[in-house]
């Protein structure tokens, strides 16, 4: 994905997205990493299910985990993207 940039039309105006985030997964084994959790319902697709399902078959692992650790790195990320555009703006107002 290239980190040009790409507008969005809004209702109040378009959103420019500068800032791109890599679509870099973690692969099945490191998803099947065991976390502290919290219990929650959530629906999924079946597709998504089956594939977990399987990829947690061949690892030996809980699909519920690696559907977890998913979450938990995409979380991550944009976490680590947020804190760069602040760092980035707050130097912005520096050189003002």
Do not use: C, W
């Not at 420019?16 to 065991?34: F, I």
């Amino acid at each position: 994905m290239s980190k040009s940039k790409e507008t969005v039309k809004h209702a109040n105006g378009p959103i420019e997205y500068r800032d791109r985030v890599p679509d870099e997964l973690p692969s099945p084994r490191e998803l099947a990493e065991a976390e502290e959790s919290v219990k929650v319902t959530l629906s999924l697709s079946k597709h998504s299910v089956e594939y977990f399902k399987k990829t947690a078959l061949i690892n030996n692992a809980s699909y519920q985990k690696m559907i977890r650790r998913l979450l938990d790195e995409y979380v991550q990320r944009q976490e680590q993207a947020a804190q760069e555009r602040i760092r980035r703006m707050l130097a912005e107002q520096g050189e003002r």
